[in-house]
């Protein structure tokens, strides 16, 4: 594109290449305009056929000129599902313990009475109750006086106004 040559010929090097770029640059718009057009077009079309759906027309055609699939009936609705009961985590069980307890309980106490009224066993962990203690821990951390713990003394806890 670019030629070798003297001062004189850079200005019509320099020209030739201007060119070039205006007509990449037309080109570039073209192709963008046309995407939109296209791009507007679809859209149209889209809405159309979402308000055609709306308004209960059946189309003759889809997408492409082919025709449109019968629509299928509608399914018989499923039967409601039996739920078991949620079961009850070992933090709310315990908050339930605690709050019947008129004494300061360990976290070991709680998982034994919790096991002894049958509101939450242990799923085979070996230390359910450092578990039990970690969370009870982490709740009065985040919930701070509304928690429904309050620690009593080192490990021990009571009831708070969360409960």
Known sequence: MARKG????????????????KARKMSKSAARADGAAKA???????????QDR???KATATAKNGKAAK????PKAPKPAKTTA????SALDAAAQVIAASEVPMRAKEMIAAME???????????????TLYAAIIREIAAKG???R???HERGVFVAGKGA
């Open 85 to 88: 009961p949620k079961r009850v």
């Open 116 to 130: 002894a009224k049958n509101l939450w066993k242990s799923p085979g962990g070996k230390t359910p109750e450092a």
């Open 40 to 50: 507007d077009r679809a859209r149209k079309q889209a809405i159309a056929e979402i």
């Open 54 to 56: 709306i308004d209960g």
């Open 149 to 151: 713990f309050k620690k």
């Open 6 to 21: 003297t001062i004189k010929n850079m200005g019509k090097i320099q020209g030739e290449m201007r060119d070039g770029w």
């Open 145 to 147: 006086t509304t928690a």
């Open 70 to 73: 019968a629509s299928k009936t």
